[in-house]
């Protein structure tokens, strides 16, 4: 039997790197379980890890609250748990959604012959998972994986336009930089802007991410119908003028409809009411 540890007192050591040592070791608990080993005991972990069986006990306990960690009733052993299970399914969902959405993305980029991202939420900005890039001369570009503030993009307006309204909130207390320009950071103004998107279902962006470039996007959902994701069209103002830019709105919705269908999203059905007309005597 353990032995029982007492409470820590002061504060929680950290490394050299700044990094706090229990999380550190926590993390290490978690990765020393294997295809060959999916269950181990607090002293196999231990020796393995080369730590004390008490500051093992003392993890393996912290992580099974949490859900990271079960026990085998049967013979006190620890394996992973559900909570990682479902951390691991949203990065599969990020992964789905880029995989699914390519051809979608390629057609629309081939049918406009403008540039078509494809971006996700990552805090309070967007991260781009794919650019499909134009082949014109004169284009957008925006290299996978480059992050952009959410609150003056058409693709972080519409994610935060279909997404928990207390992310709007948290956004809108940051400290604004203004890009451009035409960069709106009134809060008030920016509220009013995320309304307007989520009314209409497509954002867009004058000039106020990037001078000279303009765009529209629109929401991806999953099945839940959440916003996981949004389509987006840049190009320059020259070429993608605000008539333009009207005219491939509907493609740019069309294209997020299609992933989202390949997502398992069920759009609501339309309720069409017929009104009785007087029968003729």
Do not use: W
Not at 75 to 89: D, E, K, M, V
Not at 123 to 152: D, V, W
Request: proline share 5%; hydrophobic share 40%; net charge positive.
């Amino acid at each position: 039997m353990d032995a029982k540890v007492k409470p820590a007192t002061g504060p929680e050591p950290k490394s050299a790197s700044g990094r706090l040592s229990s999380v550190t070791s926590a993390l290490r608990v978690l990765k020393v379980f294997s295809h060959g080993e999916p269950e181990l005991g607090i002293s196999s972990i231990a020796q393995r890890l080369g730590l004390a069986k008490s500051t093992v006990h003392r993890l393996a306990v912290t992580l099974a609250s949490e859900g990271f960690l079960e026990q085998n009733p049967q013979n006190g052993r620890y394996r992973l748990g559900l909570s990682l299970f479902s951390l691991g399914a949203l990065v599969r969902q990020r992964m789905d959604v880029s995989h699914q959405a390519l051809s979608l993305l390629t057609a629309l980029r081939d049918q406009t012959q403008e540039t078509v991202h494809l971006a996700i939420l990552d805090e309070t900005s967007i991260m781009y998972l794919h650019n499909m890039e134009s082949a014109q001369a004169i284009g957008t570009r925006s290299y996978i994986g480059t992050r952009k503030p959410a609150f003056c993009t058409s693709e972080g307006r519409v994610l935060l336009a279909f997404n928990d309204p207390d992310l709007l909130t948290a956004v809108l207390k940051e400290d604004l930089a203004q890009r451009t320009p035409k960069t709106t950071i009134n809060p008030k103004t920016l509220r009013a802007i995320v309304e307007e998107t989520r009314r209409n279902g497509f954002a867009t962006d004058d000039e106020e991410s990037e001078i000279g470039m303009r765009s529209v996007a629109a929401p991806i959902r999953d099945i839940s119908g959440r916003a996981i994701a949004a389509v987006g069209l840049a190009g320059p103002i020259q070429r993608l003028t605000k008539k333009e830019l009207r005219r491939l709105v509907p493609h740019v919705i069309a294209t997020a409809a299609g992933i989202s269908a390949r997502m398992g999203y069920k759009a609501p059905s339309l309720t069409v009411v017929h009104s009785e007309r007087p029968q003729r005597s």
